[in-house]
């Protein structure tokens, strides 16, 4: 059976969907002002992973990932490139789904923008106001946190001491520094009309409003990274237990950081590597082999040395698989059969909070026995289930065997069995270069 850390909790908790065999999961996705780097790209690879495995158990999933398309540094970047915003989240939301469609994942079932819920996110403001958890001031509508009993639930602070979480400026005027903005009032770039005037939503509500929209009751799985355990998700949770009785999520999953050199991963500190750039010196494949490497809530401290690593690696993987494939070809033995002791093993791994570095181990371990069998039939099995964990992991590389290939590799046998080592070391220089020795 399927087992989840729930960060809500703070345990390992057997998965049981709310509704038999379907699973609902939200996801944060970006705020759109510019290209994503190797730590977004982090929780795109996992919760892809997540969705493929909980169809690969016969769950029916429902996945929606957000896009937020207002934001104070859209309109600053938007002033800076002297572009309307629309234009501006226009071209970095299709940007990134470019990347994320780069690096093997799928996109979202559903991937709402904020600006399409404006008026659902007034209106549910307006609930927090007339139920005493909201107020209104000139400079927007805040949340009283301190009404909600179990604030801080799933970020494990005391509420007290919850005030390092939050900007506190001279120009504020809320009852309490904790308090958070739900309405900011501005006509600074892009604005609507709203009882309290002119303004645009709070990032916290955005989201707590779509998930409130598109899914209308707690959901199973709510996913994001770690950096947004506080305060965002704790917000969304605020307002969700006003608004809607529940904790918006029965299971939240929080993916590690992913750092550069020890250090946070961050444009205000110069050290972002953007994905774009990667994958011009390495297979996508190769990085999202390295993020799900390494168990999803532990940190990962990239490296130059680290990618490298990794890229021989998948490169290894990859010529394994077709020089399996290339010798199940020439003996026409494929097969659909699995090993299914392997597969019960994968499963049980994966069953285990996503214990997908283990996974990567019996990868190693199925590609050791391809590379010892001599029966091309077992051979088969053994390389379809290989394939089928790839898939799952959305690592299975993609090739096509050639007939031009083909005649390389019977022509490096025919030598071989002439005893033309000469000829057969340039014939299997050829078959390297292509991938397939």
């Not at 904790?247 to 994905?275: C, E, F, P, Q, Y």
Request: charged content about 25%; proline content about 4%; aromatic content about 10%.
């Amino acid at each position: 059976m399927l087992k989840l850390y729930n960060s809500l909790t703070g345990t390992i908790e057997p998965f049981e969907s709310i509704q038999p065999n379907k699973v609902s999961m939200y996801v944060c996705g970006p705020t759109v002002y510019g290209d994503i780097h190797l730590g977004n790209a982090r929780p795109v690879i996992f919760f892809d992973v997540v969705k493929r495995y909980l169809k690969f158990i016969n769950y029916d999933v429902l996945f929606v990932s957000n896009i937020t398309d207002v934001d104070d540094k859209i309109i600053e970047k938007a002033k800076e490139l002297k572009v309307k915003e629309s234009e501006l989240t226009n071209t970095y939301t299709k940007h990134f789904i470019d990347m994320t469609l780069a690096l093997g994942s799928a996109m979202p079932d559903i991937m709402p923008k904020a600006t399409e819920y404006i008026l659902q996110m007034i209106e549910y403001i307006d609930d927090l106001i007339k139920k005493g958890f909201a107020y209104a001031r000139p400079s927007g509508v805040y949340f009283r946190v301190g009404k909600v009993s179990d604030y801080g639930i799933l970020s494990k602070q005391n509420i007290d001491e919850l005030s390092q979480g939050v900007r506190i400026t001279l120009d504020d005027d809320k009852e309490d520094p904790k308090d958070f903005s739900i309405w900011k009032v501005t006509t600074d770039g892009i604005s609507f009309e709203s009882p309290w005037g002119r303004g645009r939503p709070g990032w916290h509500t955005e989201c707590a409003v779509m998930n409130h929209e598109i899914f209308g009751q707690e959901i199973d799985i709510h996913g994001g990274g770690s950096d947004l355990k506080f305060p965002h998700h704790e917000n969304e949770i605020a307002q969700t237990v006003v608004h809607d009785h529940h904790h918006l999520a029965r299971v939240w999953m929080h993916v590690g950081r992913l750092d550069v050199n020890d250090v946070k991963m961050s444009k205000s500190l110069g050290n972002i590597t953007l994905v774009k750039d990667l994958l011009q010196d390495y297979d996508p494949f190769a990085f999202r082999l390295l993020t799900i490497g390494h168990h999803y809530r532990q940190p990962i401290n990239y490296t130059e040395d680290l990618m490298v690593q990794f890229a021989k690696e998948y490169d290894k993987i990859k010529r394994s698989l077709k020089k399996a494939f290339l010798t199940i070809s020439l003996a026409k033995a494929y097969t659909m059969e699995v090993d299914t002791n392997q597969i019960e093993i994968f499963k049980s791994l994966m069953d285990d909070d996503f214990n997908i570095p283990n996974v990567i181990t019996l990868i190693y371990d199925l590609l050791k026995q391809m590379n010892k069998a001599k029966d091309p039939k077992y051979l088969s099995v053994l390389y379809q289930t290989t394939k089928t964990i790839l898939e799952v992991l959305g690592i299975m590389p993609q090739y096509e065997l050639s007939d031009e290939t083909l005649i390389l590799y019977r022509a490096w046998e025919d030598a071989r069995n002439d005893k033309d080592f000469s000829r057969a070391d340039q014939l299997r220089d050829q078959l390297t270069e292509r991938g397939w020795m």
